[in-house]
């Protein structure tokens, strides 16, 4: 990019911007597939002849974006494993989905304390023009360590609001495909979602974004592959990137 950066022409008629974190501000994606994956491996392994969680494919499918509970369940699911929910209190294990969501947690926490998440250098760039051009931004996540994680990278004040799992919780709002997380972050920026972007990397916060009548939804697919790019179109997106950097540069589209 050369010369003074400016926001791509779809992002222009619009008023507000919300990012999904997991992926799309962080680079943190990766670290919850990883953890999945040891979690999941122990519980198919405990009933036998299963192949193993794929940490692109399955992650893609079933978990990205969602609670953890829900995440669990939906790939469980999947495999034709019907396990009793349990509760979020469950202590770590394979017997209950609320045990196999717990031993995530405890997976995802130790690899957080191990090696910090750093944020993406492009999304970085387009929150700073935002910023610079007055567009007030919100960040949400199914994720109750996104605000943890967004103050550890260094980029927690470039929001002006900030729905994680924490306070998904503390509202009872449902989990994506519902659009209630970006719904409410709209409202906190005072913002109508018609005149809002949703920027997100998980088919189900795209079809959240879509579901909630938000004025553009944005689909990152970090992947390059055609098979994510395809399934964010098909469940929403109207505008697909590699990284959201590229809404920095005119003619950015899917």
């Known amino acids: 990019m050369t010369g003074a950066p400016s926001l791509a022409a779809c992002l222009h008629s619009l008023r507000a911007v919300i990012f999904d974190t997991d992926g799309v501000i962080t680079d943190s994606a990766a670290v919850h597939a990883a953890a999945w994956k040891d979690a999941f491996d122990a519980c198919l392994a405990a009933v036998g002849g299963q192949r193993p969680f ?8 079933h978990v990205d974006g969602r609670s953890r509970q829900d995440g669990a369940a939906a790939f469980l699911r999947s495999r ?3 396990l009793p929910p349990g509760a979020p209190d469950d202590a770590p294990g394979t017997d209950t989905v609320g045990a196999v969501a717990a031993r995530k947690e405890e997976l995802f926490s130790a690899r957080l304390r ?23 931004c919100a960040a949400v996540s199914a994720s109750r360590h996104a605000t943890e994680l967004l103050s550890a ?24 495909p519902d659009p209630a997380l970006f719904v409410e972050a709209a409202r906190r920026l005072g913002i109508p979602p018609a005149d809002t972007a949703v920027v997100e990397d998980a088919l189900a916060g795209v079809e959240a974004g879509r579901r909630g009548g938000f004025g553009l939804v944005v689909g990152v697919d970090r992947t390059a592959g055609p098979y ?7 469940r929403g997106a109207d505008v697909v990137v590699a990284d959201p950097g590229e809404l920095l540069t005119a003619g950015a589209g899917g």
């Open 114 to 136: 191990n090696a910090p998440v750093a944020p993406f250098p492009g999304t970085v760039r387009l929150l700073e023009e935002l910023r610079r051009q007055g567009v007030p």
């Open 54 to 61: 794929d940490p692109v494919d399955d992650y893609l499918r």
């Open 80 to 82: 034709g494993l019907d």
């Open 228 to 234: 994510s790019a395809t399934a964010l179109r098909r």
């Open 153 to 176: 990278a260094g980029v927690r004040p470039l929001f002006e609001a900030v729905v994680d799992g924490n306070e998904a919780n503390r509202l009872h709002l449902p989990g994506k």
